[in-house]
């Protein structure tokens, strides 16, 4: 094995990790959107994904992430959140005002 074909092999494996962890990302954002919206009293609507770059955060480079989320409080009317995260943690969520 030349070197060549350990520095692709090496970068190949961690475009896959990168990917996997981007996908637990996702996955645990939907879970705890759906804990929240439930906590509230709201209803989901759907999930996606707006930003996500590397960024260093408490001395370490990791995800950070943005989600749109549409949720409904009265089960006719839609508005859009924005949950923010950075790893697997969450940081912010915002809710514009909506009607009950």
């Known amino acids: 094995m ?14 896959g990790w990168q990917f996997w962890r981007v996908r637990a990302i996702s ?11 439930k906590k509230q009293g709201l ?3 759907s999930v996606s994904r707006r930003k996500t770059r590397i960024n260093s955060y408490r001395g ?8 749109n989320f549409e949720f409904s409080g009265n089960g006719e ?6 949950l923010t995260m950075r ?8 809710l ?3 009607r009950v």
Do not use: M
Request: proline share 4%; hydrophobic share 45%; with cysteine.
């Open 43 to 45: 209803q989901l609507i």
């Open 27 to 37: 996955e645990k954002a939907t879970e705890y959107l759906h804990h929240y919206c």
């Open 87 to 94: 790893g697997l943690y969450v940081s912010e969520t915002s």
């Open 96 to 98: 514009p005002p909506y």
């Open 2 to 15: 030349s070197l060549f074909e350990l520095v692709l092999l090496l970068l190949v494996i961690a475009v």
């Open 60 to 67: 370490k480079l990791d995800w950070y992430t943005e989600f």
């Open 77 to 82: 009317d839609a508005y859009q959140g924005v």
